[in-house]
């Protein structure tokens, strides 16, 4: 019942794009077409989950058994780091053609704010290494909603008539304000 | 190639060590004046040490913290470091100060991710929400919210985070009454 | 280049948030006030600034192929310190920005000026493209920030000069959007008109 809470609540009621504010850049960066944006997620679905796992272990039995914890911010970013490298090398032997099609969101995943931020809510959320691996692919599919839902929108107002100073990033912010206003409906419901 | 790298790490850990040596005792004093100003705004008038004389009780996975007021000895109030995780952005820690006889004195909010303008109502310096609660006592006085057929008015909009403050309000309530000291 | 061009060209030609679109993350998520904006701005011009000292320093021992986790590692300190100094001195604030300090690690604008710039320059030049840079950024986050406490609470820098809230949609995450989507069309507006 709890990781029921735990993955309606990352989805959709704190959201971590549009609530939490994380992985911004990916979203205006890559959004403009849906299949960019499925792409994407695919990815960060996938990293998210691994880094949570891995930082989580290192976590309780490196960092809190040394009492080594404000070495958090140097070991989680470089555990995303190489897992992103890691990500490639595989990718590249395995599947190639998927390799093709992430082409150079790879790479940015690592300055995706959304992994080291889910990292770290994971531990600041208490959560054990189940509900951690839980929450981390719930609010990537968080991630992942949010971004094919703005992309295709993104795709009709590239078809209409934008006056000009709005055009391009101003109307996407303009419409993710209100995509996260749509999403504060969902307060409530856990 | 590797080496350079290792240095480099070497090098940055040992400049962090160092700044974590530097900064650990005014974290540490920041975080205790935090605590001892909730201590202070939710019992009475008091002349001991309520740090030093710290004492917990292991509840539902978690620990309650308890701190006893003493005005020339004397028990004056208990403040009780409780906590819900049932706010609406999760975690809220408060401290709640009881007096000998159970009667809610005070509450302090001491950490929340609740949003801004509306369930961080509860804190007193947005608004006076959380003096209905000063001397209530739980056994005359319902504390949950007016919805769930209780005494206490709900935040507007911010039922989620009012509901979840009586929670740790009665978590504290009812660990004093179990296991407070005199 | 010019030392003075190179320090202003961050506040408006190459802002990191109007024109760069570089940091968004922590733009929408401390701008809740003024002074969070400020707050937020400022610790990450120190890191802006040390790390790319730092990296034009030791450019030359870098080997290239571990030039991105070698910045990466050095950003992380400087995040570090920063971290643990304003837990240290300023607590409150600290509370406040949260989880955005350690993802200044993450600042596609951190990484990108270590990588763009500092990694190929003298040392003062990086230190003013920096510190020019994390100003400019300052300067959006607190701009922003401004117009949220303004529109959502009713104050200023906490001084408050209305009674009762403001709109509080503002300083929630919808109105983050909505502030900055429009400062962004202002700022091309300007732009497009000294073009």
Known sequence: MEYIVIIISAVFVNNIVLMKFLGICPFIGVSNKVETAAGMSGAVMFVMTLATIVTYLIQTFILDALGISFMQTITFILVIASLVQLVEIILKKVSPGLFQALGIFLPLITTNCAILGVAILTIQNDYNLLEGVVFAAASALGFGLALIIFSSIREQLDLIDVPKAMKGVPIAFIVAGLLAMAFMGFTGIV | MLIALVVITFGASTALGFVYQFTKEPIAAAKLAKKMDAIVRVTPEFNNEPNTEEYKMPIEGDTLYFYPARMDGELVGTAVQSFTKQGFSGLIKIMVGILPDGTINEVAVLEHKETPGLGDKMERKKSDWAAQFQNKHPDNFNMTVKKDGGDVDAITASTITSRAFCEAILRAYNAYKEGGHQ | ?195
């Not at chain 3, 300052?138 to 200023?156: F, H, K, N, P, Y």
Request: charged content about 10%.
């Open chain 3, 1 to 195: 280049m010019n030392q003075i061009k190179n320090f202003t060209k961050g506040f408006v030609q190459e802002n990191p948030v109007f024109v760069l679109f570089l940091g968004l993350c922590p733009v929408l998520g401390t701008t809740t006030s003024a002074i969070n904006g400020l707050g937020m701005g400022l610790a990450t011009t120190f890191v802006l600034t040390m790390s790319n000292i730092v990296v034009s320093l030791i450019k030359n021992f870098i080997p290239d192929k571990v030039r991105i986790p070698a910045f990466i590692v050095i950003i992380a300190s400087f995040v570090t310190i920063v971290e643990l100094t304003m837990q240290a001195f300023v607590p409150t604030l600290f509370d406040a920005l949260g989880l955005f300090i350690p993802l200044i690690v993450v600042n596609c604008l951190v990484l990108g000026r270590s990588e763009a710039f500092a990694s190929k320059n003298p040392i003062w030049t990086s230190l003013v493209d920096g510190f020019g840079m994390g100003l400019g950024f300052s300067l959006a986050l607190t701009m922003l920030g401004g117009v949220r406490e303004i529109l959502g609470s009713g104050s200023i820098f906490g001084f408050k000069f209305i009674h009762g809230d403001g709109m509080i949609l503002f300083v929630l995450a919808p109105g983050a959007f909505i502030v900055l989507g429009y400062l962004i069309m202002l700022m091309q507006k300007l732009k497009s008109k000294s073009a």
